[in-house]
């Protein structure tokens, strides 16, 4: 069974960072390109940023880029996004998600739950 | 501004048959099939239903079909029952550094 279980949000004060992690586990992690999707308070959804299997290739929206920074530690099944200079705008629910193919198109058949990354003062 | 656009909301009675848009453009959803949607239940994590522009998900109900035309993808819900009330997102691949696009979102009210 393919289960994503992300942990690491919470509260912190604009111009701070925090670090996401996402741990997967009943499928071949390394063969797949994971993605973190958000989703604001009332909200749609908002793809974040994606690497590949291998780490050769991380892609990120226009919004978080030069802020936020996805790898993966593929010896321990495990996605990260770090989060820097993290402005009100940026509160929301990560998701973190993976596609059924093993590269990045945009879609996912397993989400995880969702971890809360509020930023406030 | 979302780079696709889908309708607010729509509605239906049960029995009925509803259809959802999303329009992108030639750099999304007019150049790839990569075109998926997904409902979402309030207080849920999105559910896959449709993936490459009309393929469904194993598990996932007949009642719901996907297809596309140049730059304007469609979800199609057939007879509606109360449970598929919820919001739905369109997404696309775009080929580019900004790897993926989603829709605004479009709440579906089953009257």
């Known amino acids: 069974e393919v289960q994503l279980l992300e942990s690491g949000g919470g509260l912190v004060q604009p111009g701070g960072s925090l670090r996401l992690s996402c741990a997967a586990s009943?499928?071949?992690?390394?063969?797949?390109?994971m993605s973190w999707v958000r989703q604001a308070p009332g909200k749609g959804l908002e793809w974040v940023s994606a690497?590949?299997?291998?780490?050769?290739?991380?892609y990120y929206a226009d919004s978080v880029k030069g802020r936020f920074s996805i790898s993966r530690d593929n010896s321990k099944n495990t996605l990260f996004l770090q989060m820097n200079s993290l402005r009100a705008e940026d509160t929301a629910i990560y998701y973190c998600?993976?596609?059924?193919?093993?590269?990045?198109?945009?879609?996912?058949?397993?989400w995880g739950q969702g971890t809360l990354v509020t930023v406030s003062s | 501004q979302s780079a696709l656009t889908q309708p607010a909301s729509v509605s239906g009675s049960p029995g009925q048959s509803i259809t959802i848009s999303c329009t992108g453009t030639n750099s999304n959803i007019g150049t790839y099939n990569y075109v998926s949607w997904y409902q979402q239940h309030p207080g849920k994590a999105p559910k896959l239903m449709i993936y490459d522009v009309s393929n469904r998900p194993s598990g996932v109900s007949n009642r719901f079909s996907g297809s596309k035309s140049a730059d304007t993808a469609s979800l199609t819900i057939s007879g509606l029952q109360a449970e598929d009330e919820a919001d739905y997102y369109c997404s696309s691949y775009t080929g580019s550094s900004t790897a993926v696009v989603f829709g605004g979102g479009t709440k579906l009210t089953v009257l």
């Open positions: 690497i590949s299997g291998r780490s050769e290739r991380t």
């Open positions: 009943g499928f071949t992690f390394s063969n797949r390109a």
């Open positions: 998600a993976k596609p059924p193919r093993g590269e990045v198109t945009g879609e996912f058949d397993y």
